[in-house]
């Protein structure tokens, strides 16, 4: 087991962190409509009628229209089917890079269990290809230690997964990064990929488009593998009364759209090579 220390010019301290997730928590649909719907009540309550009353509907009346349609999965979908789903790996697999999110460090720390998450595919996705290329270097990359009061990172939680499996030592672990960018960085500085090797990166199909375009804008051509979806390939129309589960993913999706897009602002992704793949 390797851990590589919080180190260089790319370590985020954990007040830019915390602004960082700060920003990234009000640019979430489901904050947007809750404070204009709470903008709304207190219009009410200033007397301010009409106001009011637009405000009441606007935040409301969209939730209300998540149950009614699947906009949570017409937003996520385009990002999930960027790059086919993968069911056979190249003949030489030299190693493989699965990316935190998939745990909670809080709960681990606490409990001394991983405490995974909706996106514990990516763990089960890692262990079962690490089986398969059993000659394949396998790196787990996270940190996000600032979040707990012990320090305790997204590669120790990794870590107590991957011994369920025999896996943890095996593993070498990134424990500095706070976003995916420093993934690609502090992981590239880590594990020192030499040019012609086949490297596939798991993560969630919703992220993978930003993932795959932060690795190579880090000058590391990395294959995606994706895993943990949560769009459906044919659309249904059906009512729900699942609104926070459709609120979490519009958030996601947002958040990765407003990703990709401000990664690409900034020069830290290139151009996703590949588009949905046609239905």
């Known amino acids: 087991m390797e851990i590589h220390p919080a180190r260089g ?15 990234n928590a009000l640019a979430r649909p489901s904050v947007a409509l809750t404070l204009i719907a709470l903008a709304g009540l207190v219009c009410l ?7 009011a009353r637009v405000l009441l509907v606007s935040g409301i009346g969209c939730q209300a229209l998540l149950l009614a349609l699947p906009v949570d999965q017409w937003i996520a979908r385009p990002l999930e089917d960027w790059y086919p789903q993968r069911h056979e790996a190249p003949a030489r697999v030299d190693g493989i890079v ?16 991983p405490g ?15 089986r398969q290329h059993p000659e394949a270097r396998l790196v787990f990359t996270g940190g996000m230690g600032w979040m707990t009061p012990g320090g305790t990172t997204e590669a120790d939680a990794a870590r107590l997964f991957f011994a369920d499996f025999g ?4 593993v070498v672990y990134e424990a500095a990064s706070d976003n995916t960018w420093e993934n690609a960085v502090l992981t590239r500085d880590l594990v020192r990929p030499r040019p012609g ?11 993978m488009p930003r993932a795959v375009a932060t690795f190579r804008a880090a000058g590391w051509e990395v294959e995606p593998w994706p895993s943990a979806y949560r ?9 729900s009364l699942e609104l926070a589960d459709r609120l979490e993913l519009l958030d996601s999706a947002a958040h990765e759209w407003l990703g990709l897009l401000a990664y690409r602002l900034r020069g830290r992704a290139v151009a996703p090579a590949d588009g949905p793949a046609p239905q």
Not at 9 to 23: D, E, I, N, Q, R
Not at 197 to 207: G, K
């Open 9 to 23: 010019w790319c370590y985020v301290p954990a007040m830019s962190a915390f602004l960082g997730y700060l920003a």
């Open 45 to 51: 309550f200033a007397r301010r009628a009409i106001l």
């Open 98 to 113: 699965v990316l935190g999110g998939a745990v909670r460090p809080w709960i681990a720390g606490d409990r001394g269990t």
């Open 116 to 130: 995974l998450n909706s996106a514990a595919e990516r763990m089960t996705t890692f262990v079962a290809l690490a």
């Open 167 to 170: 896996l943890a030592d095996r």
């Open 197 to 207: 090797e086949t490297w596939l990166l798991v993560t969630s199909a919703l992220h």
């Open 231 to 239: 769009t459906r390939r044919h659309f249904a129309w059906r009512l």
